[in-house]
């Protein structure tokens, strides 16, 4: 398998030494020994984006289920759906289970 590193030489799979003198860091990236100081400052700010946009991504998830789950509890208690409603259909559906059982 054969990889990109930011440098844009060719490396050999994650977590192995290869000829081009590559080696993977902690969390399995390639990076080049020979890499200067201008490139490993360039694919440390390259992934720090992506970081940011997969931060901001997980925010605006978070923020929709929280929204979703509000609106859900809100349905729930015009419908009349109480915790302790949810509770026993729960427990009498799983005793019901248990008497079907044929273990």
């Known amino acids: ?28 990236s390639p990076i080049e020994i020979g890499m200067t100081a201008e490139e490993l400052e360039a694919a440390r700010q390259e992934w720090q984006a992506e970081l940011n946009q997969v931060e901001e991504e997980i925010q605006t998830l978070r923020q929709v289920l929280t929204s979703k789950s509000r609106r859900a509890h809100e349905l729930k208690r015009k419908l009349g759906v109480t915790a302790w409603n949810e509770f026993t259909t729960d427990m009498g559906q799983g005793i019901k289970n248990v008497r079907e059982s044929t273990a």
């Open 1 to 28: 398998m054969s990889l990109k590193s930011p440098a844009g030489s060719e490396t050999q799979g994650f977590g192995s030494m290869s000829q081009s003198s590559s080696f993977n860091n902690d969390m399995g």
